[in-house]
Every structure is written in structure tokens, then in C-alpha cells.
């Protein structure tokens, strides 16, 4: 599903998505987590398809929870709350 409607962003505004990556024993991560991770995670845990292109993410280098921000086009803009983990 593409969102279009205003009622599935708040739904998504008000859920914190969950990303499991390889991390050490600092909470370091091995790698980082990118626009196209936070996607998959929308799309798989609210089954709502977000264009990883539309998505500002910070650099994510360490477990805890972040920020994205959708930008579905100039008027409409949302904040996605994710919370990254190790595996």
C-alpha cells in the first residue's frame, strides 16, 4: 500500500519500528543503518511501502532509539520513530 492517506500517517507517527542489526559489544554497530532499512521496517511491520528516497535518516552508527523524517512531498512531513537493536 502507498501512503495517501492522512490517518495512516499518524498511525505510523505513533509506532516505533523495530531494526535488528549485527552490532558488538559496545553497542557499535558493524555497518550503519540507511533510509532503505527503515523502509523494509515500515513495510514489514505496518505493511505500508515508503520510497527509501523520501526518507532523511541521520548517520545511525550505535543502538538506540532515532529519528527519520518522511517527506512525502513539500506539504507533507512526518516523523518515524525507529529503535535499532543488536541481533
Same mark, same amino acid.
Request: glycine share 6%; proline share 2%.
Given at each position: 500500500? +502507498? /501512503? $495517501?492517506?492522512?490517518?495512516?500517517?499518524?498511525? /505510523?507517527?505513533?509506532?516505533?519500528?523495530?531494526?535488528?542489526? !549485527?552490532?558488538?559489544?559496545?553497542? $557499535?554497530?558493524?555497518?550503519? *543503518?540507511?533510509?532503505?532499512? *527503515?523502509?523494509?521496517? +515500515?513495510?514489514?511491520?505496518?505493511? *505500508?511501502?515508503?520510497?527509501?528516497?523520501?526518507?532523511?535518516?541521520?548517520?545511525? !552508527?550505535?543502538?538506540?532509539?532515532?529519528?527519520?523524517?518522511?517527506? /512525502?512531498?513539500?506539504?507533507?512531513?512526518?516523523?518515524?520513530?525507529?529503535?535499532?537493536?543488536?541481533?
Amino acid at each position: 500500500r +502507498v /501512503l $495517501r492517506n492522512p490517518a495512516i500517517a499518524k498511525a /505510523l507517527v505513533a509506532k516505533t519500528f523495530t531494526i535488528a542489526v !549485527k552490532a558488538g559489544a559496545e553497542g $557499535r554497530l558493524f555497518g550503519s *543503518v540507511t533510509a532503505g532499512d *527503515v523502509a523494509a521496517a +515500515v513495510e514489514s511491520q505496518a505493511n *505500508v511501502a515508503l520510497d527509501r528516497k523520501k526518507l532523511h535518516v541521520d548517520h545511525v !552508527k550505535t543502538v538506540g532509539t532515532y529519528t527519520a523524517t518522511a517527506r /512525502l512531498h513539500h506539504d507533507v512531513e512526518f516523523p518515524i520513530t525507529f529503535e535499532v537493536v543488536a541481533k
